[in-house]
């Protein structure tokens, strides 16, 4: 006859495998409620206002190379108006949404910085609207020169679900241009 231990190991491993098998539909259904969404397909995607792009380049000496004090840096100010609630569903933790300016160099071919970012943790703060905000991080390059270099800006964000796999969406990019140098300053923040 069957003991104790054996009838309680019988429950458990069936207890684990109904476990295991909930999880697994549990991580397969947010791909498959993001890419059946109504909602999703009718909200045009969330992207950075073109009109409201601003990009300085400065040189501040002794950013990050002690041995070439004209580094040139980049600062962008944006404008963003985007509705990420569609991408919030039972499964969704939370968002974490950033801004990425892309540029290439004759050296590099594929630069992508992240300027600013945000944790969307909750269906009440996924509308987001921003005027004039200007950017976490600067922008730089490895060979210290930004002016006359084209790129773009485009919103990036990444779905996060309590359980399963992550997400990565963007919206369409914004085209960007650095100009010429503004004045020598020695301070760390753009006039």
Known sequence: MYNFQQRANAVFAFFVSVAFAMVLLTAASGPLLLHFS??????????????GVNVRVGR???????NNP??????????LDADLRPWFHWNTKQLH????????????HSNEIVIWDHIVTSVDQARLQLSKQKAE?????????????????????????????????????TEIAFPQPSPPSHSHTAA
């Open 38 to 51: 109504q909602d999703i397909k009718r909200t045009p995607p969330p992207a950075i206002d073109a009109a």
């Open 137 to 173: 991080y600067l922008v730089s390059d490895i060979a210290h020169k930004l002016s006359g270099l084209n790129g773009t800006l485009r919103l990036e964000w990444n779905v996060v679900p309590w359980v399963g796999f992550l997400q990565m969406e963007r919206g369409p990019a």
């Open 97 to 108: 949404v950033y801004a990425v300016v892309a540029f290439e160099t004759p050296q590099h």
């Open 70 to 79: 004209s580094t040139q840096l980049g600062w962008v100010w944006f404008n």
């Open 60 to 66: 501040v000496g002794f950013q990050y190379d002690y």
